[in-house]
């Protein structure tokens, strides 16, 4: 059974930074792409960011790119996502996510594998 641990969300102030981190277990982690997606209320769920299987190549949308930075450590199962310059409207759930299949290249929203979610807060 596939599962997905986030942590690391909080109440911050603009500007700040944090680090979500979301652990796997259940499956080789490293022969899987990891994401990163966020949901604030009655919005969409949005993506933020996505890793290779193999690390090699990130991915990010304008809203987040040069702040955030995606990164994992497969030797810890582990994938983390570091927001600096965090803003108000980034203020949202953060929900880590697995791909569905191995040695993908981005986590697409129809991911089978979901964590249960990080709350983050940006107040202005």
């Known amino acids: 059974q596939v599962q997905l641990v986030e942590s690391g969300g909080g109440l911050v102030q603009a500007g700040d930074s944090l680090r979500l981190v979301c652990t796997v277990s259940g499956r080789t982690f490293s022969s899987y792409a990891m994401g990163w997606f966020r949901q604030a209320p009655g919005n969409d769920r949005e993506f933020v960011s996505s890793?290779?299987?193999?690390?090699?190549?990130?991915y990010y949308p304008d809203s987040v790119k040069g702040r955030f930075t995606i990164s994992r450590d497969n030797a810890k199962n582990t994938v983390y996502l570091q927001m600096n310059n965090l803003k108000p409207e980034d203020t949202a759930v953060y929900y880590c996510?697995?791909?569905?299949?191995?040695?993908?290249?981005?986590?697409?929203?129809?991911?089978?594998?979901w964590g249960q979610g990080t709350q983050v807060t940006v107040s202005s």
């Open positions: 890793i290779s299987w193999n690390g090699g190549n990130t």
């Open positions: 996510a697995a791909a569905t299949n191995p040695y993908s290249e981005y986590v697409t929203p129809r991911s089978r594998y």
